[in-house]
């Protein structure tokens, strides 16, 4: 009895032995094979909240590329200014003592004055997700931004987008065009986007997005203009009353690596490298659109109130935007602004 009793214990290890085996042979993936004896490490900054549009992209990017590169490319990624200002990341980036930056485009504009043209107001309104992209990431525009990167060391590596917009949040009902007159609101330090609010005869005032939600909420600015998800990301569903749907800028990520970081890598690396930088594009635009609708209705259950402007109000506001393009010319030069333009009519 006790002879056959240990040879049921003896299969019972056997089947387990076979059972765990089997399992580590097949659970894990193989890991990819690391390029090369060297690693670099980049680390990337942006003022996003965290889990915002901008930080899940850098985050799917660092995913992606250190898997494929087996662990020699690494990526620390650092949200909400931490790194310090845009100014100062974009100083950093030039320098490379940061490797990479995704975020709205904006505050790049003077440094790379050419990428000003994504601040022509209504500029995309109308235009398909595809049209946008091919502008943006395939055309002679696409060309002329990437050598004015080049030229005060940055990488261009590509936009992600999804055919969305910078919205408007308000504690004044806005209803029509002229409603926005005498509106406080909250803008970025950007000449382009103040002369547009200037103009439909708002006050604009930059406030910086940390002490955004306290100027909300104790009136020093009535409202502010922002993406879904960085606007639900902030709970300015908490200090704000209305959503307006004015789809005034367009809300694309833009991705620039250190020139100089990037060139210190061997060709495969950065072969790699421009593989996971595609696909986590490709991620950030899909996440983009699948969550575009759920930012805005997660606002909504917050308890703000949506209106859309009607098509008369809107082109309104884009006559309105025509005195930012005059501006836009004379930083971006005839060139640039024809390109984008003539690619968004797929000339």
């Not at 061997?266 to 609708?293: G, H, I, K, N, Q």
Request: net charge negative; with cysteine; glycine share 6%.
């Amino acid at each position: 009895m006790e002879e056959l009793n240990m040879k049921k214990v003896l299969a019972s290890l056997l089947a387990l032995s076979m059972i765990l085996g089997a399992a580590l042979t097949t659970v894990p993936a193989k890991a990819a094979a690391p390029l090369g004896d060297d690693t670099f490490l980049f680390q990337f900054g942006h003022g996003a909240a965290e889990n915002s549009i901008g930080d899940l992209y850098c985050k799917k990017f660092k995913e992606i590329v250190e898997e494929k590169s087996g662990g020699s490319i690494l990526v620390d990624v650092y949200s909400g200014s931490q790194l310090g200002t845009y100014g100062e990341m974009m100083q950093s980036l030039q320098t490379g003592d940061i490797g990479g930056m995704i975020f709205q485009p904006s505050p790049a504009v003077s440094f790379v004055p050419e990428l000003a043209v994504l601040d022509i107001p209504y500029a995309f309104l109308g235009k398909s997700v595809e049209q946008i992209d091919k502008a943006l990431n395939d055309s002679k525009y696409t060309e002329i931004l990437a050598n004015a990167f080049d030229a005060k060391g940055y990488k261009f590596m590509s936009f992600a987008q999804a055919g969305t917009f910078r919205e408007t949040t308000s504690n004044k009902e806005i209803r029509t065009a002229e409603d926005f007159k005498g509106l406080n609101i909250r803008t970025l330090e950007n000449n382009n986007h103040i002369a547009f609010w200037k103009e439909v005869g708002a006050n604009p005032t930059p406030v910086a997005f940390g002490e955004l939600y306290l100027a909300l909420q104790q009136g020093l600015v009535d409202a502010q203009e922002n993406p879904y998800d960085t606007s639900q990301n902030a709970k300015f569903q908490e200090v704000q009353k209305y959503l307006i749907e004015t789809h005034h800028i367009l809300y694309p990520n833009l991705f620039l690596v250190s020139k100089m970081r990037y060139e210190e890598m061997p060709e495969e690396y950065r072969a790699c490298f421009d593989e996971a930088a595609a696909e986590a594009r490709d991620y950030a635009a899909a996440l983009m659109a699948d969550t575009s609708e759920d930012e805005k209705q997660k606002l909504l259950d917050g308890g703000m109130e949506d209106i859309v402007l009607s098509d008369e109000d809107l082109e309104k506001l884009k006559e309105a935007a025509a005195v930012v393009e005059p501006l836009v010319r004379a930083q971006a030069g005839d060139e640039a602004v024809d390109a984008l333009l003539s690619a968004l009519e797929g000339e």
